[in-house]
């Protein structure tokens, strides 16, 4: 038996923390609660000892076992409740329930190692600001084996992030035990990365009390991360009824459970305490049963779409738009406090694989972050700068590595301000190169535009050599949710609208994200070509060789933001030429040309031909002659709009 | 001083709003003399020559080769030779050009680089004519240039249905692939404008390329025994009672009397049938008889015959031309055994009648149909129907022609029907006392 003279206001705190969830358990057995639960009875001191000793100003990351940081970190039993409940007025408004917590400065998800970037990100913005915060991200043994951890933790090392890592260490990663799965030492992780590391356990909660508030002040005062390994025991399943543990095992730590204990030797306090929190409990839940739940026009309405159509001619500029793309990130740079760029190999004089950030690291050291080659952390670190307050333009190298940053982009960005019920905006950036053409191959050529589009509230914008970026990149800045922007590897070196199209009018619309359209000067078009970002570049180069080999005159129209496409506007000009292309980089099947078709022929009856030109559905061979076919080119584009259309 | 004679472009076929001179005879302010041939318009498989009614000196307000527009004034014959000065008016240009009116527009919009697709190259190369009268257009496809060398032929295409119509028409490309000639090998004519409106008339209901043809055999054996007897001046003709007896089945077969219009079928609401007449180089007309289910055969036999001389002394109006719901075409003079006839625009079906097999006393009726409108099944019941009709004016014996007793329903006498039956003395709707033919029972 453990000597404790720990105070009563924390025991109170953990038995609330407890009842809370045995209701949770109880209100899922009447079928109460849509979806699931997963309790921390049996670890409630370790969200007392760490989220109930942070102050106000401080934050908190954690996961999909978070009820217990959640009440110790807000003391907000009641949004809790009606959260799980599925109430509007649950802290999340019921759209996240038990995973998915957001309250000032608490958010939980239940993406396991995802959340940790996030945190670290979110930790940057408070060392940038100065304000003397901190925060704690939780994470259980189970998540050691997720590598956005690792990332994260060279990154905070490195930079020095006020972040703790707070491992709780229930010896199971869901039903499967440590030893099946867990190599190594957990401590030695963290202090391979330099990490100050910290251990307690929740057995002895006046102990881990006391070394949380070192871990916490160490963190405060030498603005350092740190690692906090705590073991504890869940004596619950890790959710429902999946639980294969020895009962044994769970019954010998049940004895050792310190509220248990505290029941059993301070019999007539803990009865006290447990009936006065029953009754507050069961008189909350009575009275949010009789709440009303969100209803859907306050989450989600279908907004119509209509491109713009006041035309303004588009002038030539002479400059590469490398270099215009690379002046948009100087001014705002020096304009706004508030932008921090990323990426892997920024630092000047190298500035980037494809010079975007040339001189950037020279003109703002203190904004501009030149990070190890971590796509998932580089993305997670962006999207909580994003979330405290920071406009963060992240550098994905090629578009190719995309794949690695996927989940930070659709588990978090795209998440957060809806599952939060609008309390929160993500407004990080992603840019990244796409494209081939130059011999990369078959991993740092491709485009994989149609995995980026079609990702709730993130809007993916391609950039053209048809008009200047920064027109662009200016609506991008002023976004409130996340951008993915595609820029193209051969088009930094091509300077603005600089092939000759004397026969051709080229315009732009008055949208935020312009529409342009190429266009014939006094005939009427017979042939629609939709094609945006490199391939723009490309088919407005040989409009004039189209019409010279297929007889049609074509007109092209070019989106900017390719995850809400001006579909009016095509459906427009393709019921008057009954004929549609498309010519995107990437393969047809699933892509943008087959979401064009078919979002064209639901809005109109008109009979429309239609054909996809794209890349072929082979990995991009280095090899130029292979490239060049796998690729659609002029001749292949010209001969298939021929094969299709004549 | 004054003007004697304005020489309008004259109205020869409702299809034809508009004529191409070909020949200009005399130079602008010549002497012209009554009943000189003074201008030469082309009109469907023929010329037609414009004449001078008075001595006097002619204006031209036309050019060779070009169109203009029914009852543009294409010349004017004035008393005095400096009346006549000039040869064209400022202002009064010609209103069609070879070329749609949007394309002709334009022309005067456009002052960069006209863009030649290959194909319009080339059929430019081989046709002869300059680059330069495109001059003015920004893009110049093959069909410009088949425009601008006559050669084009529209077909009901896809792309120039309005976005909402129906997808009933299969697809076809937008043009006809057309093999050019060979000057070495052969004589080029060019089509005459009505020949070209002709084929666009029939290319309508034709390129949906649903259309289908049924033959019935009539047995026409003493036929025109009686049928002669009430007919006047077409004797040994099937025409009239064809056209009679096909007026009064249209009221029952109201689809073979309608027309295909995109996603609807329109019905019309009278029955007035046209039939084909082709003589003396005077062009392919329709003709049509008006109201036809409610006109006797005298009636009809009349109104065949006064069409025909009105068609002949060129005298017809665009009334007798137009709104014509179903087609007969008559080829039995022509010693056709057989022959599948082409559904004229705005119709649904065409009434094809073959000449008589003298030996097998029979002749071969053909209706070809607009499967978009109406069936097969409908149409052999038609032709079913049209047969027992024609072959009820068959003799069976005896015939006591009496007066007074008309079909209350087709109004028929029993003087007309000559099928030997007799009428049926009955009850009409209105409670009276009248009769029926046997064709009105056995149909109606």
Redesign the interface.
Known sequence: MIKSVINHRIIKEAVRIRKVEEKFLELFSQGKLNGTVHTCVGQEFSAIAFAGQLKKKDFIFSNHRCHGHYLAFTGDTRGLLAELLGKASGTSGGIGSSQHLCNGNFFSNGIQGGIVPVAAGYALANKLKGNGAIGIVFIGDGTLGEGALYETMNIISKWGIPLMIVCENNFYAQSTPQQVNLAGDITARAEAFGIETFEGNTWDPESLMKQAGEAIEYVRTETRPCFFLVETYRLNAHSKGDDDRDPADVARFREKDFLHIFARESADYHQIYEEAINLEIDELVAEIEKEAELPMEKYFETVQHVTGNDWTALEPVNKRQVELINHFFRDILQSDEQVVFLGEDILSPYGGAFKVAKELSFLRPGRVFSTPISEAAITGVSNGLALNGFKPFAEIMFGDFMTLAFDQIVNHASKFHHMFNKKVNCPVVIRTPMGGRRGYGPTHSQTLDKFLVGIDNVKTVALNTLMDPALIYRSVYAERHPVLVIENKTDYGKKILQQPMNSFVCERNDDAFPVIRIRPPVSEPTLTVVAYGGMADIVSGILEDIFRHTDLIPELIVPSLISCLPIDLIAASAAKTGRLAVVEEGTAFSGIGSEVVSAVMEMTDARIKVKRISAYPVPIPSVRSLENIVLPGRDRIIQELKESFS | MALLQEIKVPLLAVNDTSLTVVEIAFPGGHRVKTGDPVLVFETSKTTYDALAETDGYIQYLCETGKDYEVNYIAARIFSEPDEAGQTTVPGLLPIVEAGEP?ARA?RA??T??T??????GLLIDSSGIGRSIFKG???V???DVEMATGSYHPVPS??T???????TAP?RPARQASTLPDPAKTIVERLSRNKKKEIEYLGEVQSGGLTSTINVTVETEDIFVHINQSLKYLKDSLLPVILYETGRLLRKYRVLNSYFSGDAIAFYKEVNIGFAIDLEDKGLKVLKIAHTDSKTIAAIEEEILSLSNRYLDELLGIGDLSDISFTVTDLSSQGVSFFRPLVNTMNSAILGVSSIDEKLQRMILSLTFDHRVTEGKTVAAFLSDLKGRLESYRPDGTTVPVEDVSCFRCLKTLQEDLAGTGFVKCITPHGKDGYICQACLKGF
């Open positions: 949007a334009n919009d456009w960069g680089e863009l030649f697709s290959l194909e319009a257009k920004d893009f496809t093959r069909r896809r792309h249905d309005s976005p909402r119509s129906a997808p697809i």
